[in-house]
C-alpha cells in the first residue's frame, strides 16, 4: 500500500501544479492549449480516483474502520472538487470562445 499511497501522492501534487497554469492559459487565449489542459486535468483526475479506490480497497482489506477511510477519502476528494471546478471552468471558457467565434462569423458574413 506504501506504493499507491506514494503514486496518489505524486497524482495530488501533478493535479495542484496542472491545476495552477489553468488561469495563465486561459490567459494567452490559446484554444488548443486550454483543450490540453482540460484533457490533462481530467486525465490525471482519473489516475487519482483510480489510487484512491485502490488504496480504500487496501485499507478496507487491512481491517481499518469504515469511519477511517472514509475520512481518509475526503483529504482526497478535497482536490478532485477543486480540479473538477476548474474543468469547469475550462469548459466554459472554450464554450464561450467558440460562441463569440461563431458571433464574429456571422457578423463577417
Known amino acids: ?4 499511497t506514494t503514486d496518489l501522492d505524486t497524482q495530488l501534487q501533478l493535479l495542484n501544479f496542472t491545476r495552477d497554469k489553468s488561469e495563465g492559459i486561459t490567459a494567452k487565449g490559446n484554444v488548443e492549449a486550454v483543450d ?3 484533457q490533462s486535468l481530467r486525465s490525471i483526475v482519473t489516475k487519482v480516483e483510480d489510487f ?9 482489506a487491512n481491517g481499518e474502520k469504515l469511519e477511517d477511510v472514509s475520512e481518509w477519502s475526503l483529504t482526497v476528494e478535497a482536490a478532485q472538487t477543486s ?6 471552468y475550462l469548459r466554459k471558457w472554450l464554450t464561450e470562445y467558440k460562441q463569440r467565434e461563431r458571433l464574429s462569423e456571422n457578423e463577417g458574413q
Open 83 to 88: 480540479a473538477d471546478e476548474n474543468i469547469a
Open 36 to 38: 490540453r489542459q482540460l
Open 52 to 60: 484512491k479506490l485502490q488504496i480504500e480497497q487496501a485499507k478496507i
Open 1 to 4: 500500500m506504501e506504493k499507491l
